[in-house]
């Protein structure tokens, strides 16, 4: 049995500029639709095409100083891409900003959840 490597931790580019990030959590649906019609098997006929649609939820730390205005993002390129060798960029077009949440506990530093949803999504 071959030993296999996976990828781990990830850099993260919003336009260009490298961000420290926490997690990346990417949610993609296909926009697919089950139709439903009236038969004797009493199943769905077949699926319809939809729109894809792509969400990016980001876990960063609040730096003290120099903080962006998460809100302010419109029409950002976000890539992500792995720190070692191997692996491929996804680059994530036309983002902006759905929401932003500060996090605040006694234990760990301050953080800021972010939702971005991206118009459409490439390899590179």
Same mark, same amino acid.
């Given at each position: 049995m071959s030993l296999k490597e996976y990828l781990g931790a990830v +850099?993260?580019? +919003? /336009?260009?500029?490298?961000?420290?990030?926490e997690s990346v959590d990417i949610d993609h649906k296909s926009g697919r639709k089950l139709v439903k019609t009236m038969n004797r098997k009493g199943k769905p006929s077949g699926f319809a095409q939809g729109v894809h649609e792509w969400t990016l939820k980001l876990t960063l730390p609040i730096p003290k100083e120099d903080a962006p205005d998460w809100d302010a993002i419109v029409g950002a390129k976000v890539t992500i891409y792995p720190v070692t060798e191997g692996g491929t960029r996804e680059s994530y077009l036309?983002?902006?900003a759905m929401d /932003?949440?500060?996090?605040?506990?006694?234990?760990?530093?301050?953080?800021?959840d972010v939702t971005l949803a991206a118009m459409d999504r490439v390899e590179e």
């Open positions: +850099i993260l580019e +919003i /336009d260009g500029k490298e961000y420290e990030v036309d983002c902006v /932003d949440a500060r996090k605040y506990s006694v234990d760990n530093e301050a953080k800021v």
